[in-house]
Each structure stands twice: as C-alpha cells, then as structure tokens.
C-alpha cells in the first residue's frame, strides 16, 4: 500500500494491464527512506568517494555514469564529483554529514523532494527509450550505472538496479504527471501496477 503522502497515491491502482503480448513491464513506487545528493569540490572527489564508502560501504568510482547498486543501497555519480545516493534506512544525510567536511562538499537531503519509480520487465529498456534518448541496453548502461536526463520539463535521474529494472527518480512535484505518462507509454507492451 502506497504511504498516503505519496504523490502517486490519487493514481498509483495496483493491477495488470495486459497488451495481447501479456505483461512487459512492471511499475512501482519505491519508498527509500533516504535520498541524498552529493556535490565535492574540486580536488576532493576521491575524499567523497571514500565517505561514500565508509558510511554506505559502497565503493562508487568518480565519474558520470559510473555506479553500484544493491538490493537495500544505490549509489552512482551523474557528473563529475556529483552523486545520487540511496538507502532503504532513514538518517543517510545525517551520518554522511558527520562524515563529509565542509572542505570536501556538500551534503543535500532529497528525501522529502525525490520520487523513486521502479520499472522492470523484459520491455522496461524499449519503455523508457520512448521517453529519453539514451542507449538503455545492458552493454551501453551496465548494471549499478546511472544519469541525469530529462523528458520534457521533468528532471529526471535513473540507475539501473537490475539487469531488466531501472529506478527513475524524479521531482515530487511532477511524479503524477510522470507515472500517468509511463503508464500510457507502457500500455502497447502491457504492464502490472505493483
């Protein structure tokens, strides 16, 4: 059941929508308790990294694109020395504080202001290629690696958390306008609300 301070919650129907192929994708909500950007200054990129590190236990290169996901963390950079990092615990910005100086960068707390949508399945590359003109294959966007893009107006930053699942995070603000719109553009494939 989706937390009622979802934005998703007016549209978010759990169901199948099946296309006469069956089932391509599946679309969900992902509630992490923690959303977190952060930004090193520059000469200090390695220094945020091994924050990074000691405070997730995630060993994320610098570097655009390049990331690392499991099944309770993310964490992935989508410009140099700037990474998304995510954790299914609440308290991720405080502890990355304590451990990030103010000589090293800065540490933002986007709980409160992202929304995190999953989309799996064996057509979630095809989907999503609709929407943004990035190669999604495996080869081109390897697991763990992540971006910043953006359909229309809505920013948009998406990891891929599985070899067919990406979890795309966008502002609350347009979370309803986009869930409606992958809804729609997952229609032709069929798709399960879970």
Known sequence: MVDQLSPLAP?????SHPAP??????????EPGSIVQLAAWRGSESAMTSAIDDVMGLAVPDGAGSGVSTDTKAAFGFAPGKFLVVD?????????????????????????????IRIGGSKAEWVLGKFFAIDFSLPAFPLGSGLST??????????????????VYVFRSFARSFWNSLCHASEEVGYEVR
């Open 88 to 116: 299914q615990d609440e308290g991720l910005a405080a502890s990355l504080a304590n451990a990030v100086s103010a000589e090293t960068g800065t540490v933002t707390d986007l709980s409160h202001g992202r929304t995190a």
């Open 11 to 15: 549209v978010l129907r759990p169901g």
């Open 21 to 30: 192929g069956g089932i391509g994708v599946r679309l969900s909500e992902v």
């Open 150 to 167: 953006v359909h229309h107006d809505i920013f948009a930053q998406i990891q891929r958390t599985g070899v067919d699942q990406f979890d």
